[in-house]
């Protein structure tokens, strides 16, 4: 298993060949979005350079602007959103502090979510906004195992990120049959290449597992999907337009989110 210390040659290394094969390429798009990786990257190293309490800050502050893009694709209400973003952050803050209780916040935030719409008599909306609520919960939530991960969560956000950029280089180049009808521009083509990046990622920074390739192979697709339904169903392209050259954070993490799900589950 490497170290936090141990990644940060290989990043640098990976921003600065990006960096060049960027300016290559000379397209205004891929210049913005490499900007804001050098810019995030660093941030997100230093957060977790600091273990539990700087990776516990780094998640509470992704899963607000995550609560808050979600809740604008499902239009909750502000109240909803504010319950959700509670208990996203109380799960995180109590991966850090009391990670024994952690399932008994769960249960106490799902209750706050239901609670919005029951006390408010919803019967029109109640529902949808019931459902979206859970949902957000479980698929934001997962933010929380980052904190105990230490390393191993820099290593896979690393992994699923190359095997994003892969899958979507490959499979504009290679073509071939779609992923799924909730994203047509995916391919198999595309998928397959990011996968084997990901695990030649993961062996490079000595945390290839089963299990840690099943989350990057199978997670990090899922993830992609699983946004994109969410999105489909919205009607809306991006989760949002604040951040330049990729939409919005959610939008960005979508992979790993339900990558991180995976490795939960299975370790």
Do not use: N
Not at 151 to 164: C, H, T
């Amino acid at each position: 298993m490497t170290t936090v210390a141990a990644l940060v040659p290989y990043l640098g290394g990976a921003l600065a060949v990006g960096g060049v094969a960027v300016a290559a390429s000379r397209r205004r798009e891929l210049v913005v979005r490499w900007c804001v990786w050098a810019l995030g990257v660093p941030l997100v190293t230093a957060a977790f350079w600091f273990g539990p309490p700087g990776i516990a800050v780094l998640a509470a502050v992704v899963g607000v602007v995550s609560v808050a893009e979600f809740g604008g694709l499902l239009r909750l209400g502000p109240l909803d959103r504010v319950v959700l973003g509670a208990a996203v952050v109380g799960l995180v803050l109590t991966a850090w502090l009391a990670p024994g209780e952690v399932l008994r916040v769960a249960a106490v935030g799902a209750l706050a979510i239901a609670a919005v719409p029951l006390l408010s008599g919803d019967a029109e909306h109640g529902l949808r906004r019931l459902g979206a609520g859970l949902l957000g919960l479980v698929w934001l939530g997962v933010l929380a195992g980052l904190v105990p991960s230490g390393a191993l969560g820099l290593v896979l956000f690393v992994a699923v990120s190359i095997a994003d950029i892969v899958a979507y280089a490959a499979g504009r180049r290679l073509g071939g049959p779609r992923l799924s009808p909730l994203s047509p521009a995916k391919r198999w083509s595309g998928t397959l290449a990011g996968a084997a990046a990901g695990l030649v990622t993961l062996s490079v920074l000595s945390s290839l597992t089963w299990q840690t390739a099943v989350a990057v192979a199978v997670g990090g697709p899922l993830g992609d999907l699983l946004e994109s339904m969410v999105k489909r169903g919205a009607r809306a392209k991006d989760a949002a337009r604040w951040l330049p050259g990729s939409g919005g954070l959610l939008d960005r993490i979508d992979s790993l989110l339900v990558a991180l799900a995976v490795l939960l589950v299975l370790e």
